[in-house]
């Protein structure tokens, strides 16, 4: 089946500590994202990559980093920087540019707290 | 500022009524607006996608509206269900040369039988 995979489920960081969400996307997309969703709070934007080795900052890419080397993965690291990382994090896939249809195809997401 | 609204208080109804859910924004030009799925503890399913120049979009149970004078969107579920109880998010694309879907905060629908 295609889709977008996502994981750990569940992520537990400790103080001073980076860690690494993984996303993996076999719908041979372009696109890639990477979303933060709190509570009351609608979707934000860490992240995106329109393309292999390239990616851009979104709208709350402080204290995150990310790296694009296969089309198919798309990896978020939470670093020691992010002083409030607890949230739950959705990666997310599109054609890419020049699509008509740009809906974007999520993951399950990773349900990320702090220890 | 730029903004989008969703109601933040959830919407209960009775099975077999229609259900109706807002979006309104402020200070954007969208070329088109999404309307996704998403169940707890789950991501986002895409559900229907309007463009700027399409009043009225159907899927099934499912019709969505935009109004650019009134700068809104109106998503409609007819003869709702129990397992359309979820909570449904508004996108919209501010045109900025690459798509950076915005998010609403989305509305939480419950169906009672």
């Known amino acids: 089946d295609g889709g977008i995979t996502q994981s750990p489920k569940y992520l537990f960081r400790k103080e001073g500590q980076n860690v690494t969400l993984s996303c993996e996307q076999n719908l041979n997309h372009d696109a890639m994202y990477w979303y933060r969703q709190d509570p009351g709070q609608g979707l934000r934007l860490i992240y995106y990559s329109q393309i292999v080795n390239d990616f851009q900052k979104g709208d709350i890419a402080e204290g995150y980093s990310v790296s694009r080397e296969k089309k198919e993965s798309f990896p978020l690291t939470v670093t020691s920087a992010q002083k409030n990382p607890t949230a739950f994090y959705l990666c997310?896939?599109?054609?890419?540019?020049?699509?008509?249809?740009?809906?974007?195809?999520f993951g399950s997401g990773t349900q990320l707290s702090v220890l | 500022s730029q903004k989008i609204e969703q109601n933040s208080e959830a919407l209960n109804i009775q099975e077999g009524k229609t259900a109706t859910l807002t979006c309104n924004y402020t200070?954007?030009?969208?070329?088109?607006l999404q309307w996704y799925r998403q169940d707890p503890g789950r991501g986002p399913v895409f559900l229907l996608l309007i463009r700027e120049n399409e009043k009225e979009k159907r899927k099934e149970r499912l019709k969505v509206t935009f109004d650019t004078t009134l700068k809104q969107s109106l998503f409609h579920i007819t003869a709702s269900q129990p397992a359309d109880s979820a909570t449904y998010l508004c996108a919209l694309d501010p045109s900025t040369g690459f798509q950076k879907l915005v998010f609403g905060t989305g509305t939480r629908l419950l169906v009672s039988p």
């Open positions: 997310a896939s599109s054609m890419g540019v020049g699509a008509t249809n740009e809906k974007l195809f």
């Open positions: 200070n954007y030009s969208p070329a088109y």
